[in-house]
């Protein structure tokens, strides 16, 4: 048997939602997964069972990349982070086919912080690149392999620093 919260709602799930904004990235110590635009689905619900009532909370995230090896990580780090709230009894984490992850979803705050902290340039809708460092549009697109499947690295040929490519 399943009853919905009713005014107790929104508090319980901003609650939620502040948990997963304490979560950061693996790649990216200092920016959350809220802030990168993971989180797509939230949903609390009360649950009956074996005669006792349990609060279920479920998370639904986009994957910036389908392959991303962080991935099990950060759901492991979202689930510990939901379950450490008094309100909160179980956390089901799952990652969602779409809507498909793109840059637009980063929040300013996240895209100031890669951008000045880890030199990370973002693809415009356009497909071109804009370089973090001096700004300059030239960015040219290299074959070089990244440090992980989530990013590749990418040379500005302006003020000759390497940038990284969020994909
Ligand atoms: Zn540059």
């Not at 709602?9 to 979560?23: G, M, P, Q």
């Not at 110590?29 to 006792?52: N, R």
């Not at 909370?57 to 962080?70: D, Q």
């Not at 895209?111 to 809708?125: C, D, I, M, P």
């Amino acid at each position: 048997m399943t009853a919905t919260f009713a005014e107790s709602d929104l508090c319980v799930e901003s609650a939620v939602r502040a948990a997963v904004a304490a979560v950061n990235d693996p790649e990216y110590p200092d920016v959350s997964v809220l802030d990168l635009g993971l989180l797509e689905s939230l949903q609390v619900e009360s649950v009956t069972e074996h005669g006792a009532e349990s609060v279920i909370a479920h998370v639904g995230l986009i994957p910036t990349f389908s392959g991303c090896p962080a991935l099990k990580m950060i759901a492991d780090d979202v689930q510990q982070s939901v379950e450490s709230l008094g309100s909160i009894d179980r956390c089901v984490v799952s990652w969602l086919a779409g809507p498909v992850w793109d840059s637009s979803r980063l929040s300013v705050d996240a895209q100031s912080r890669l951008a000045e902290e880890y030199t990370v340039v973002l693809r415009r809708k356009d497909g071109s690149l804009l370089c973090p460092v001096c700004g300059s549009d030239a960015v040219m697109d290299q074959a070089m392999v990244g440090p992980t499947r989530c990013r590749s690295v990418a040379w500005c040929p302006s003020c000759r620093n390497p940038v990284e490519v969020m994909r």
